[in-house]
């Protein structure tokens, strides 16, 4: 479902997805509050494999954690055509299998749960001072340095707001999802 077309939706329960070719990150928020949350990997030789795994455990973390909807992470662009295939592939698989529960699926840019915990992207100054505290060092370490940054705010934030102690970053990420999806997109009675 497009989130442009979505109007508040009633639920509860909602769960949110930060997924990759190796992991599917998740937390559920109940009650205005994160109720449960984890990293379930994904195992695998070959893409197929890891699909057929991520469909297992989707499956099972459902069946487990049953919620209203689940709000995942949109792709991102990655520049290898690959990893893009790859992920397709699980994304894929993931959503198939929920939309086959019969559970609503929306998806959520990046951007816009971030900026909604007040996480934007890193100030010109800031840029700098990276520079000047790390000098001599390529634009794409730079670019991984800056959304390292970010990461860690995004675990800040719920470390702060709920003592959570959240170390993994894309545990980090699906709360924010959750939380976006929670607090703006959802109708309570």
Known sequence: MNLGSLSKTK????MGIDASTNSIAFTIFFNRKPVR???ILIQGSNIYEK???ANAKIYALFKEFPVDYIAIESAVFVKSPKVAIDLAYVYGSIVGVLVSLGVEVITVQPTTWQFHLGNKLLTKVEKENLKSEFPSRSVSW???KGREIRKQRTMDYFNKKW????TDNDVGDSCGIAYYAYHQLTRRS
Not at 11 to 14: D, N
């Open 11 to 14: 639920a509860s329960r909602v």
């Open 142 to 144: 730079y670019s991984n």
């Open 37 to 39: 949350w984890g990293k």
């Open 51 to 53: 699909i057929g795994d």
């Open 163 to 166: 003592p959570m102690n959240l």
